[in-house]
Nanobody, 120 residues
């Protein structure tokens, strides 16, 4: 499956962005989806995940009250709604497709990333 992330950009502290990740090539609904992010000089970190049917979601504690993941299987797209953005949310955000919920590895399908920059 090929993944194309979009929706990043420059936003002020407290603002919102919605990232999208469009999938093509294979049946999107077969995959659990996730979002990761990588800030300069830091390791890539997990942000959120969602099950194949959208019925189960996970968010990491740091963003749990501010970010939400959703998907539209009819549109082959997963979203990450980000509210109350902070400068520390600045990173490249990646979407990933996996056969196993909650387990994402380098051998899964990764998108190319979209840059999110939050100014103070």
């Amino acid at each position: 499956v090929q993944l194309q992330a979009s929706g990043g950009g420059l936003v002020q502290t407290g603002g919102s962005l919605r990232l999208s990740c469009a999938a093509s090539g294979r049946t999107f609904s077969r995959y659990n989806m996730g979002w990761f992010r990588q800030a300069p000089g830091k390791d890539r970190e997990f942000v959120a995940a969602i099950s194949r049917d959208g019925g189960t979601t996970y968010n990491v504690g740091l963003v749990k009250e501010r970010f939400s993941i959703s998907r539209d299987n009819a549109k082959n797209t997963v979203y990450l709604q980000m509210n109350s953005l902070k400068p520390e949310d600045t990173a490249v955000y990646y979407c990933v497709a996996s056969s196993t919920l909650g387990v994402f590895t380098a051998s899964d399908y990764w998108g190319q990333g979209t840059q999110v920059t939050v100014s103070s």
